[in-house]
């Protein structure tokens, strides 16, 4: 079996990169702390959005939210780590030579929870894009103990399509070549790591993400129709409703006092569907604004995955080697924005998120 060291894997840098070695330690580091200072607030919110969603009543839509709580806790702490990897190194610790395998083993595992995230997104935005859109046909097919199966399934789905470029290689010590007297860790890599790097490229980078995305847009579009056809029907009814009582009281005079109690039931009734209508409003605005964020956010990786499948210089090792970690350490800054505004996202609309923390906290429940 032949294998081959992470040293001698890297191919070699022709050309002019498009950021200079000299400059590129700086950005790296001022991004690095960018990354940490978003990422390490984002992974404690994302532990207060698993506690409080496993608190509150569980349906359908909420087993989705702590899935997608769950992966990006998972991402976030590693990107945190990932972070405070990157800043030892790229300040010129003479310690640190062997963490840019750490780091690559890192990214690794991160890029495994946000493709589970993504995908999680995915169920949530078809969810509720079928939900809005064929109410009467899909509303009792989206059930609690489906929405379980269905992430323990794409949990399942990810890590079958990762375990197999993780067994392409283990970590070795090496003499390192700069001092005998110390080591370095680095990959050694088997002969089927290119065939299911490859893969990982193709498959789950380039068409997963692809179908993700295009799926997303799509269940938003439908969504944001559904929504606007919904609230101009209910205008509609509201003034069809105020036109027929207004031409009834003409006509009415003792009857009213005797239909007074009728009324008054069917006006509680009314009310009491009108909250059900809010609520049920709020959490379709809460999946498709979570959706919307993360449509936005992904479209930078979307383009620069176009641009690495058709530009093989953009690589590790390639002609544009700085550019390349450049770019994916900025793009992990979105990715960590992605992480920390869903908890805000909740507490805006999602009710029962709002009503648990302002018990907890002002000690008060708010007004359903």
């Known amino acids: 079996m032949n294998v081959s060291t992470s040293l001698e894997t890297v191919s070699a840098r022709l050309g002019q990169p498009l950021i200079s070695d000299q400059i590129t330690p700086y950005i790296m580091v001022m991004v690095s702390f960018m990354v940490l200072t978003i990422s390490l607030p984002a992974t404690v919110l994302n532990i207060l959005n698993v506690y409080i969603f496993v608190n509150t009543t569980l349906d359908s839509v909420t087993v989705c939210f702590i899935s997608l709580a769950l992966s990006d806790f998972s991402s976030m702490l590693l990107l945190s780590v990932h972070a405070v990897f990157s800043i030892i190194f790229y300040s010129g610790a003479s310690w640190g030579r062997s963490l ?18 993504s995908l999680t997104t995915t169920y949530i935005a078809v969810q509720r894009g079928l939900c809005v859109t064929f109410p009467f046909h899909t509303r009792h097919a ?8 269905v992430c323990a399934s794409i949990s399942l789905i990810i890590l079958a399509c990762s375990l197999p470029r993780f067994a392409t290689f283990r970590l070795k010590t090496i003499p390192d070549p700069i001092d005998n007297t110390t080591t370095l860790i680095v990959f050694e890599y088997f002969d089927s790591w290119v065939t299911f790097d490859k893969f990982a490229l193709i498959f789950i980078k380039t068409v997963l993400t692809f179908t993700e995305y295009g799926i997303m847009v799509i269940c938003t579009v439908a969504i944001s129709i559904g929504m606007r056809s919904s609230m101009k029907l209910k ?3 509201k003034s069809y409703a105020h036109h027929t009582e207004s031409g009834a009281d003409l006509r009415k ?17 009314k009310e009491q569907t009108q909250k059900k209508d809010s609520k049920e409003s709020l959490v379709v605005k809460q999946s498709l604004i979570v959706v919307l964020i993360h449509v936005i956010l992904t479209t930078p990786r979307i383009f620069i995955s176009l641009y690495k499948f058709f530009e093989p210089r953009f690589e590790f090792g390639g ?14 800054v979105i990715s ?15 009710s029962k998120f709002k009503n648990y923390i302002s018990i907890k906290i002002y000690n008060r429940e708010l007004e359903s």
């Open 100 to 117: 840019p395998t750490l780091i690559t083993l890192v990214s690794f595992i991160f890029a495994l929870f946000m493709d589970l995230g």
């Open 142 to 149: 989206f059930n609690k103990k489906r929405s379980m199966i």
């Open 235 to 237: 205008q509609k009814s």
């Open 253 to 269: 005079s003792k009857e009213e006092k005797e239909k007074k109690d009728m009324n008054d039931n069917k006006r509680s009734e």
């Open 319 to 332: 002609q544009f080697n700085n550019f390349f970690f450049v770019f994916y350490n900025s793009a992990n």
């Open 336 to 350: 960590a924005i992605n992480a920390f505004v869903n908890f805000f996202v909740y507490l805006r609309f999602n």
